[in-house]
Each structure stands twice: as C-alpha cells, then as structure tokens.
C-alpha cells in the first residue's frame, strides 16, 4: 500500500569528451540526446520534504556540448541478454539508469510515443510492469517504468525524505530528464500516491492519470482512523513502526512478503520467476530499511512549516483528466474507500471497480487492465 518518498539534491557533474561520445553513441534518439543535454550542466536541485498531516493526509533545436556529458547518466541494457532478468520480451523491454534529482533511478522502457510513467507500489518493483509496458508499446506509447528511491542498491533518498511531495517531485523530474515536458502517469499503490502528488503540484507537466489501488482525498485517511476494518488490514503498517521490522520481513525468505499478496489479491499467485525477481530486488542492499522509512514517516509530519506547505501543495485538488481502478477484492484496501473521489478532480475522474480483481488488478487483469488504459490514454490525442 501506498507511503512516501525523498527529496531532491544533485551535484554538479561533468566528464570527458570520450565519455560523451560513448553517450551520443548509445542514445536511442533525438528525445534521448534532448534529454541529456538539458541535463547538462545539471543545476543544483532544492530539496523537497512533505508533511504529512498524519493519517487524514496520507495518500493522499538540440544543442550541446559532448564534453559536458556524464557517462553515468545514461546506461543501457538490452534485456534480450539480461537472462538473470527473467524477462521473455525478447528485447522489447530495456533497461538503463536516467540520473534525476541525485540519483540514477533505473528504468525500464519499452516503445516509443507519448512518454507514459508506469509507477510501482509496495511491495512490488519496477520489473513487474514489464507486460503492461509492452501492451503500451504496441499501442504506440514510450512505456517507462522506474524504479521509486529507495528501491535498489545505492538509491536511498539523499535527504531521507519518503513523502508524498519528495516521490511527487522525483517523478516530475524525471519526466524532464527524459526530455519530455509532459506526460501520462500511471500508478498503483505507492506509485498512485507519487502520480497524485505529481499532478497536484505540477499539473502542466502530466497529460493524463491513472491511479490504482489506492483512493486520493480525505476519506481513505479517515479510515485509518475510523473504520476497524481497515484498521485490521493495514496491520503491516503498524508492524512497520517497530524496531525489528526489517528483520522480520526478511525473515524466512520474505514470507511476510508472500504473506501480503495472498492476502490482497486472493487467488492471485506470482509465478516462480516474477516472485524470485522481486525478492532480489527487496534483498539488495538498503532496500527494506527505505521501503520501511515510507511507512514510518507516513505517520510523522515534519515540524518545518515550508516542508508542510509542500505537502499540502503535493495534495491538493487535481486538475488533470484522470482515471481510477480499485478491485473488488483487494485484501489492502477496500474498494469503498474510493468512492467519492470525484470531487477532488474537477477535470473529470472515470472510476471503476474491476470484479474478480485484488490489490494488484493490473497484474491479476493484464488484459482487461491495458485495454482501458490505453483507450483513455488515447482519447482525446489527434496523432502519435
């Protein structure tokens, strides 16, 4: 279920000449070179920090120089050879690193078009949009999915931020790392709270939106407060407030882990190489200690005033046509909560309730799940 993230912060980089060529060589595109040369120099970012008021605010022309280049921010690897992956795309899935805010937040793409951000929650990864993103692509959209800080080896946030406005402004940033100046966002779970805050700060920047799995406005937090049923459900968010909380999610090979999708999406089961994948991903070094600080911060607000004010700007009303899903048997939340949303998107929300869905209905439902995604994604668009 969906917490927060980090702030901003990143040094100024350069490298050599070679460096740069190799990056001219590697880059896919013309979007892919506006991208870095807008990078470059990098400016110095500020750090956005969020408050959170507790749990009724919870979820809520190319020109350059190639001398100028950092090698490290971009790398790309075709998954057609990354067997350790466990992909079957058969190339159309890559991977690479885009270096936004401080951090070289590993992606994956697929496609190309209007750039779409695929945004993972807990506990999931970036990788398991690997379907979706290839549904996307053969509808002609450039599908990307990154990984949220504190997701992988070496991408603790660099201000220990995990909230709201802090994914809220990653994911802004990296829109613009990958030379865009828009874009439609997809979210689910934790990656829904990071879309919500994006497009409630920044509106200009996001086309359209997609949530899944978790409600915005103030009646999923007073659940939290309120409603015993809930409360019951979100007993892993408690348990995360404790001190040997890392160690017991990795206890016995994360069957807790294992625990919380059987439970949010009944009947629903990863298969052998999704669930090893994600695993690898939760063992890397760090990555439980910063998916855990999600949660812990989720009930602390920050006692600054601006960094309070940032949270508030990161949940405000939205103005940007949006989309909602939520499953009828989600274990995580109760669809319920997601009624009434409406008034919170003035632009318009479309709200459906899939049945025989969970928590993870864009998984459970590929299918069904990428049909209307891509049909309101497409609507409106006078060409590709």
Same mark, same amino acid.
């Given at each position: ?10 040094? &100024? ?18 979007? &892919? ?6 990078? %470059? ?14 749990? +009724?605010? +919870? ?14 921010? @971009? ?6 050879? &990354?067997?350790?992956? #466990? ?25 190309? #078009?209007?750039? @779409? ?36 080896? $070496?991408?603790?946030?660099? /201000? ?7 994914? $809220?402004?990653? @994911?802004? &940033?990296?829109? @613009? ?31 359209? %939106? ?18 015993? /049923? ?43 190489? /999704? ?16 998916? +855990?600080?999600?949660?812990? *911060? ?14 508030? *700007? ?57 049909? *209307? ?5 497409? /609507? $409106?668009?006078?060409?590709?």
């Amino acid at each position: 279920m969906a917490p927060e993230a980090g702030g901003l912060g990143d040094p &100024e980089q350069s490298a050599s000449s070679e460096g740069g060529t190799k990056q001219i060589e590697g880059a896919r595109n013309r979007r &892919e070179l506006k991208a870095l040369s807008r990078q %470059l120099p990098a400016q110095k970012a500020r750090f956005y920090q969020p408050n959170n008021c507790v749990a +009724l605010r +919870l979820f809520s022309s190319l020109s350059f120089n190639p001398s100028e280049i950092d090698s490290s921010m @971009v790398s790309n690897t075709d998954l057609s050879t &990354e067997q350790s992956d #466990g992909l079957s795309s058969e190339g159309k899935v890559r991977r690479r690193s885009v270096h936004a805010n401080g951090l070289n937040f590993p992606i994956y793409e697929a496609g190309q #078009g209007p750039l @779409v951000l695929c945004l993972h929650g807990f506990p999931d990864h970036a990788r398991s949009w690997a379907p979706i993103l290839e549904r996307l692509a053969r509808a002609g959209f450039w599908a990307v999915a990154p990984a949220l800080r504190g997701y992988w080896d $070496g991408g603790a946030a660099p /201000d220990g931020n995990y909230r709201a406005s802090a994914i $809220g402004r990653d @994911v802004l &940033e990296i829109i @613009v790392a990958l030379g865009e100046e828009q874009a439609d966002l997809v979210g689910h779970d934790l990656g829904a709270r990071a879309a919500y805050a994006a497009a409630s700060m920044d509106a200009s920047k996001v086309h359209k %939106l997609v949530g899944i799995a978790v409600p915005y406005g103030p009646k999923m937090g007073a659940a939290f407060v309120e409603n015993g /049923d809930q409360q019951r459900r979100s007993w892993y968010m408690f348990l995360f407030q404790m001190h040997f909380a890392e160690r017991a999610v990795q206890l016995n090979d994360f069957a807790l882990i294992d625990r919380l999708w059987r439970e949010w999406s009944p009947g629903f089961e990863l298969s052998s190489t /999704d669930r090893a994948a994600l695993k690898e991903t939760l063992g890397q070094k760090g990555v439980i200690k910063e998916a +855990l600080a999600y949660y812990r *911060q989720l009930f602390t607000p920050p006692n600054d005033e601006r960094l309070k004010e940032l949270e508030s *700007q990161a949940t405000s009303v939205i103005r940007v046509p949006s989309l909602y899903f939520h499953g009828a048997e989600d274990g995580c939340i109760s669809a319920e909560f997601s009624e009434g949303m409406e008034a919170a998107f003035p632009l318009g929300l479309t709200r459906i309730v899939m049945k025989d869905a969970g928590h993870f209905l864009h998984l459970e439902r590929p299918d069904a799940f990428s049909d *209307q995604v891509i049909a309101f994604l497409s /609507d $409106g668009r006078s060409s590709f």
